[in-house]
């Protein structure tokens, strides 16, 4: 199975901030890199597809980088509704696999 | 209004059996390829099992191959996950998503899950 690395696993900011989260996989997984958004209590919610696609919807203020190994998320000003769990996952291989989570406090 | 709903968690001792169900309404389930994703309490998310649009293909993960069985009715616009010989390690949230036209394992909405709890 591919492992994916998430870093760091929880991290403060404060409202206004720039911020960046970044996952690694074991292998290379081209661009097949999606990142979803959950808060307390619901379920995921797609953000980016794709290493860099953002999902209908999702604000602009959201931006995915990265291909092969190496991928990052970036909030580009935090808002109060972004205090949330952010979740990495490759869509590469079978199974597809998931990071295992960066809390935004 | 795109929505998936599943329902079917419960206590359920060790060894046990439940099936789940996910239905789905504002759009033709028929039409997507479906997976289940759970979550154990405090934990991260772990994909489970995948089914085709049509329903003759499907994956299980090796944590739950050989006891968990996904299937489909396309004319009811549902999903299940059945589930047996049930472990405390399987107490999770369990999720039921969508995933995006031409994109496997792209989990473009999910509902908003179901809770399993094994215990005796």
């Known amino acids: 199975d591919i492992q994916m690395t998430q870093s760091p696993s929880s991290l403060s900011a404060s409202v206004g901030d720039r911020v960046t989260i970044t996952c690694r996989a074991s292998?290379?997984?081209?661009?097949?890199l999606n990142w979803y958004q959950q808060k307390p209590g619901k379920a995921p919610n797609l953000l980016i597809y794709?290493?860099?696609n953002l999902q209908s919807g999702v604000p602009s203020r959201f931006s995915g980088n990265g291909s092969g190994t190496d991928f990052t998320v970036t909030i580009s000003s935090l808002q109060p509704e972004d205090f949330a769990t952010y979740y990495c996952?490759?869509?590469?291989?079978?199974?597809?696999?998931f990071g295992g989570g960066t809390k935004v406090e | 209004q795109v929505q998936l709903v599943e329902s079917g968690g419960g206590l359920v001792k060790p060894g046990g059996s439940l099936r789940l169900s996910c239905t789905a309404s504002?759009?033709?389930?028929?039409?997507?390829?479906m997976s289940w994703i759970r979550q154990a309490p405090g934990k991260g998310l772990e994909w489970i099992s995948y089914?085709?649009?049509?329903?003759?293909?499907?994956l299980h993960a090796d944590s739950v191959k050989g006891r968990f069985t996904v299937s489909r009715d396309n004319a009811k616009n549902s999903l299940y996950l059945q589930l047996h010989s049930l472990r405390p390690e399987d107490t999770a949230v369990y999720f039921c998503?969508?995933?995006?036209?031409?994109?496997?394992?792209?989990?473009?909405?999910w509902g908003q899950g179901t809770l399993v709890t094994v215990s005796s």
């Open positions: 998503a969508r995933e995006s036209r031409g994109a496997y394992f792209q989990f473009e909405q």
């Open positions: 504002g759009f033709a389930l028929s039409e997507y390829y």
């Open positions: 089914i085709s649009s049509s329903g003759t293909a499907m």
């Open positions: 292998e290379t997984i081209r661009d097949s």
């Open positions: 794709a290493a860099s």
């Open positions: 996952q490759q869509s590469y291989g079978t199974p597809p696999t």
